[in-house]
């Protein structure tokens, strides 16, 4: 099947759910052995009168000695000495119920200042409406985002701003209207959009106000599967909602329905329509993530997953300073080539260049329709994919090795990226 790939996704709806990634199978544990006759009095009353005239035989002695008594009611006692030991030998003392609660109520009340619910409106016209002509409505939808500066810049996503959408019964207007509601205030702030980023789903608001709580943000490159996690937005409108749980799991794949892959971390802190943009935030309350998908399904529960915060930082300074993010650009349509599908059409396993736009980088480095890129800076290529990832390690105006297959034979190139337009 072909697979025709442009250097950039894009990604453009309300709130963004992922489908099941996997074919998930539950397999059912049973106890299938066959079972033997006995009989009862024999097997089970004698044995149990007698385990109790046991127990009752050593308690008794254990009691009368001295020695043996105070070892076991000062069995206690001994359990910060094996907790010593414990955590010596790498393990970790279980947290109590009110420690955990304590946990909560701190990074709740660290974070909360800092997150803010967006409300955008927005137009849908309807086609071919059974009252003739196209009809215009006005339709609202909310979100979430984060304080990233105390002069009012806000961080969100992309799809929680970018409403413009076309299908082919109705298409919808870019926003009319952004609407910010701060934490424990009911004034609403006129937002106006600083700049978005398709690519990445991320996007910078702004409103007119100063002294804001700007939200703090911790390294998510140090983040360990299984450390505490809290979700931070409004779910459906409901303003400052919380709810826990942990790093599921990090660096994970996921390909949304426009086909847009992220590298995302894992939570099962539950995630919601109107959490997109919020935070997800470790126990000191300090920032881990921007709440950005879910997966959902018959079988999915608790498996939601946002943009590592890490990530984020370059990209938000980018779009204040340039409305956009620059980014280099080599200027190719590739196809993916399988080594069935290279076979089938003489050609060599790699990237298929199906077109090459006037005047890009690749035109004047001399990479030609019908080339097939087999690698880039010395690395073996076979993906658009791999392809970008050598290409985003680079900034505009580097130079790039490109090795490509022209009729069977190798040629060396070297192209100057441009920006992407």
Do not use: W
């Not at 409004?234 to 426009?258: F, K, M």
């Not at 019908?370 to 990832?389: C, H």
Request: aromatic letters at 6%.
């Amino acid at each position: 099947m072909e697979n025709n790939n442009q250097e950039n996704g894009t990604t453009n709806s309300k709130f963004k759910t992922v489908s099941n990634p996997g074919n998930y199978k539950a397999v059912y544990e049973v106890d299938d052995k066959p079972k033997k006759k006995s009989n009862f009095g024999r097997n089970v009353v004698l044995p149990f009168f007698s385990g109790i005239v046991g127990c009752a035989v050593v308690l008794g002695t254990c009691f009368g000695v001295p020695s043996i008594r105070e070892q076991i009611i000062g069995s206690g006692n001994s359990s910060s000495s094996n907790s010593s030991s414990a955590q010596a030998s790498g393990y970790i003392d279980q947290v109590s119920l009110s420690n955990y609660s304590d946990t909560a109520v701190y990074a709740a009340n660290k974070i909360l200042p800092s997150i803010v619910g967006i409300q955008i409106e927005y137009n849908v016209t309807s086609m071919f409406s059974l009252f003739g002509g196209n009809q215009t409505s006005t339709a609202t939808a909310t979100g979430s985002g984060i304080i990233i500066s105390d002069d009012g810049y806000i961080l969100t996503n992309n799809h929680v701003v970018s409403s413009s959408e076309a299908e082919a019964y109705y298409q919808v207007s870019e926003a009319t209207k952004i609407t910010v509601t701060l934490f424990d205030d009911d004034t609403q702030y006129d937002a106006k959009i600083v700049g978005t980023d398709e690519e990445t789903d991320l996007a910078v608001i702004k409103i007119d106000k100063t002294g804001l709580t700007k939200a703090e943000f911790a390294d998510s490159d140090s983040i360990k599967v299984g450390e505490f996690a809290m979700a931070v937005g409004s779910p459906l409108g409901l303003q400052s909602s919380i709810t826990c749980g942990v790093v599921s799991a990090v660096n994970r794949e996921v390909t949304d329905t426009d086909g847009k892959t992220y590298t995302l971390i894992q939570t099962d802190a539950a995630i919601n329509a109107g959490n997109s943009g919020g935070a997800l935030v470790n126990s000191e309350g300090k920032v881990i993530g921007v709440n950005t998908l879910k997966l959902t399904g018959e079988d999915v529960e608790g498996m939601g997953f946002a943009i590592p915060i890490n990530s984020t930082t370059d990209i938000s300074s980018q779009l204040i300073q340039y409305s956009k993010v620059r980014r280099p650009y080599i200027g190719i349509t590739g196809m993916d080539l399988d080594a069935e599908t290279a076979k089938r059409n003489n050609l060599v396993e790699g990237i298929y260049v199906k077109d090459v736009e006037t005047f890009s980088s690749a035109e004047k480095g001399g990479i030609k329709i019908g080339d097939v890129i087999i690698q880039a800076d010395g690395k073996d290529v076979k993906t658009m994919d791999e392809l970008n990832e050598i290409k985003n390690s680079h900034n505009i105006g580097d130079e790039m090795k490109i090795k490509v297959n022209r009729d069977g034979e190798e040629k060396e190139l070297t192209i100057t990226l441009g920006e992407q337009p």
